[in-house]
């Protein structure tokens, strides 16, 4: 039976320049007819402090440095681990930061929607297809 990933307390960076526009999400999916930080669907949650979050999500952190009336976009991608830790994943810059990251994102949501062999429920397929499978796959 397949059980649902841990949420951990995980601290969410804060990207860029306070005094400036900043967020983070945890991406459920991706748009990928859109170009901009539209692309990136999901729940927003605050940066610069503990927020619990399940292991296995991708959050994308995005945050401005510079001036107000010249500010840089700057995009930071990670991974949510189960010991409540992030994994860099990737970071992109200036305007075309959601393009530039947009794919990436895209393939990470797709990994995690595969649940891992061990959360995989097989107590419902009969032994002789599991044995007929194995076999198949040359690893019996």
Known sequence: ?????????????????ERLKSWAKVVDSVDETKSSGWAFV???IATGGIQDVAAGSVVLVYGERGSR?????????YTVNSDATLSFEGEASGRAWARTLRDRVAELVSEQLIPPPSQIDLT????????DEVRRRGLM
């Open 1 to 17: 039976m397949s059980s649902a990933p841990p949420i951990v307390a995980v601290e969410i960076p804060e990207v860029g320049d």
């Open 69 to 77: 009336a010249n500010p840089r976009p700057l995009a930071t991608v």
């Open 124 to 131: 419902g397929v009969p032994d002789d297809a599991l044995l």
């Open 42 to 44: 999901g729940e927003f």
